[in-house]
């Protein structure tokens, strides 16, 4: 599918020009993602007629998924602000917690929480944690490479006065790509960071082995290590 949907965007002149923010340095199509959400509901559908998943929970993925997938399509076609996107975002989360009736309880230190309101809140910027409690901290664990660097770069940038939702290149893993001039290691390097340091920590957690507060705690150490070395948020240097 995405071999069909690069040559439609090929045609139609659906291009990703390149400019001084830009990590990649030839025009690009866009729109591959199409493939992903096809592949995504065709799953749902497939769970759904199997009978392994219940109507609430296909619902708010499908309907949460499905908003994200036409907003972003909208977004290749033409240009949407980044704030009616970030709204998009924030309305299918509150989609989700709308099919599955709220937040579960949070898991701190062997006791359960419930957070109320607030926790209606952090899932409405943080899904994961319905199905069971450990999954959250397991999620949280498993994403840690994304969250870090985007969290890390966010803070640096807001206090530095930037305008955070404006287009920038200040990822840790742009810089780490540019200054290997490449995005491959890059890319095999995370995934090394994934399978054999953040799953183990992830699934000792699921297991009730380590405590999910300090599970994160142990998962997050070497990645904020990672997005100061490769100054996350900084002001590039010289175009690196």
């Excluded at 609430?56 to 009616?84: E, P």
């Amino acid at each position: 599918m995405t071999g069909v949907l690069r040559r439609y965007a090929l045609e139609k002149s659906i291009m990703d020009i390149p400019n001084a923010r830009s990590s990649h340095s030839v025009p690009t199509p866009r729109g591959g993602g199409v493939a992903i959400v096809l592949a995504f509901l065709v799953s749902l559908l497939s769970l759904a007629i199997a009978g392994f998943a219940d109507t609430a929970t296909l619902l708010a993925c499908a309907g949460a998924g499905g908003l994200i997938a036409i907003v972003g399509f909208m977004d290749d076609h033409g240009h949407i602000a980044a704030r009616w996107r970030l709204l998009s975002h924030f309305a299918a989360a509150a989609w989700s917690l709308i099919c599955l009736g709220g937040m579960a309880p949070l898991q701190f230190w062997g006791m359960q929480v419930d957070l109320g309101w607030l926790g209606a809140l952090l899932a409405a910027v943080y899904l994961a944690a319905w199905a069971s409690p450990v999954l959250f901290w397991g999620w949280l664990i498993l994403l840690g490479t994304f969250i870090v660097d985007a969290t890390f770069t966010l803070l640096r940038r807001l206090a530095r006065g930037d305008k955070v939702y404006e287009a920038h290149r200040s990822h840790a893993y742009q810089f780490a790509s540019r200054r290997n001039g490449r995005h491959l290691p890059v890319t095999l390097a995370v995934a090394a960071l994934n399978v054999f340091w953040l799953l183990p920590v992830a699934l000792s957690v699921v297991a009730g082995l380590v405590d999910g507060v300090v599970g994160l705690l142990i998962g997050y150490a070497p990645l904020l290590v990672l997005a100061v070395r490769y100054r996350a948020g900084a002001l590039e240097r010289n175009g690196a």
